[in-house]
Nanobody, 125 residues
Framework: QVQLVESGGGSVQAGGALRLSCASS????????MGWFRQAPGKEREGVAC????????SYPDSVKDRFTISRDSAKNTVYLQMNSLKPEDTAMYYC??????????????????WGQGTQVTVSS
């Protein structure tokens, strides 16, 4: 069983930055996808950044490309999401996830078996 704990959320003004952290109970990224997702009230969960298994490459949707960056610290079993140039539409609960469900893709929530509890990000205009 993999446990994921997010931290680093908060409130920021538009144009600001936040860094989210996801601490894992084990080194999951060697064999699993690792991803960050977000969900705003009334909207579907959206993948915003992910590592392919082994952290060999990463993927972002157009909505956050060039603003968000996923990274990791192997020694700490921690994955980060650096969010720059934040916009009010980035306001959501952000979740860290790990998994490798057959038939899934990097930014699809279907792929992921394990989820953190989420951390709230609020961006004001």
């Amino acid at each position: 069983q993999v446990q994921l704990v997010e931290s680093g959320g908060g409130s920021v003004q538009a144009g600001g930055a936040l860094r989210l952290s996801c601490a894992s109970s084990s080194a999951t990224y060697s064999t699993n996808y690792m991803g960050w997702f977000r969900q705003a009230p009334g909207k579907e969960r959206e993948g915003v950044a992910c590592f392919y298994p082994g952290a060999s490459s990463m993927s972002y949707p157009d909505s956050v490309k060039d603003r968000f960056t996923i990274s990791r610290d192997s020694a700490k079993n921690t994955v980060y999401l650096q969010m720059n140039s934040l916009k009010p539409e980035d306001t959501a609960m952000y979740y860290c996830a790990a998994g490798r469900r057959y038939g899934g893709s990097c930014l699809s929530s279907y792929t992921y078996n394990y989820w953190g509890q989420g951390t709230q990000v609020t961006v004001s205009s």
